[in-house]
């Protein structure tokens, strides 16, 4: 499975888009990108997934470079529930992949 | 029912003692995954169960023995355990869809507590 860096740590004013970046240049062609999230002391949420397209759900959208090698999550209005550990996810097999070190998104008041 | 369930929440435990943390999902899901969190860390994988069957052990020492009576229960037997066995134990699932679109779906986890 690719590798992604992910920033360890991210600030975002609350209502604003909050940007989660992603790089993963040795994604292969049948690697898709996800991204969860982990509020304090809870397990991960699954939040979105992506192969090339740009997909949008309930709860954010994912862009996807036309070369694939990142990626970026967007949390349109961020609240300040949406506080937590974000991680992207390179896999051809979400369940059997690695979980990175994440990004750490505060949303402030 | 889109809910991984997991008990005990908290367990505290001596290096002696023998103790099980149980998993239960309801939504059909064939993969199961147990994973181990520490404090400010990500979640490393531990064991794998595809169809019942042990898929993936990512060289998880012997006091720690996984289990999966059904498709929708999946165990992990504890014995004699180190302090630094101390974590968070996270159970998930999801689908065994080839090409992607296997989403985990993960228990709220038990905290786990070696004394």
């Known amino acids: 499975d690719a590798k992604t860096t992910q920033p360890p740590s991210m600030d975002c004013a609350e209502g604003r888009a909050a940007n989660l970046p992603c790089n993963h240049s040795?994604?292969?062609?049948?690697?898709?990108v996800y991204w969860y999230r982990q509020i304090h002391s809870q397990g991960p949420q699954y939040i979105i997934h992506g192969l090339k397209n740009n997909e949008t759900n309930e709860m954010a959208s994912l862009i996807i470079t036309e070369d694939r090698k990142s990626s970026t999550l967007i949390l349109p209005h961020a609240t300040l529930r949406d506080t937590a550990v974000y991680y992207c996810i390179v896999s051809v097999n979400a369940g059997k992949s690695t979980f990175g070190d994440g990004t750490t998104l505060t949303v402030k008041p | 029912d889109t809910e991984v369930t997991q008990t005990p929440k908290h367990l505290v435990m001596g290096m002696t003692n023998k103790k099980s943390l149980k998993c239960e999902q309801h939504m059909g899901h064939r993969a199961m995954y147990w994973y181990k969190q520490k404090a400010k860390k990500p979640p490393e994988l531990m064991f794998v169960y595809s169809y019942e069957k042990l898929s993936i052990n990512e060289s998880v020492p012997s006091r720690f023995s996984p289990e999966c009576p059904n498709s929708s229960l999946l165990n992990l037997h504890l014995h004699a355990l180190q302090p630094e066995d101390s974590a968070l134990y996270l159970c998930?699932?999801?689908?065994?869809?080839?090409?992607?679109?296997?989403?985990?779906?993960f228990g709220p986890g038990t905290r786990l507590t070696v004394l």
């Open positions: 998930a699932s999801s689908q065994e869809r080839r090409g992607g679109r296997n989403e985990q779906f």
């Open positions: 040795t994604i292969s062609g049948n690697e898709y």
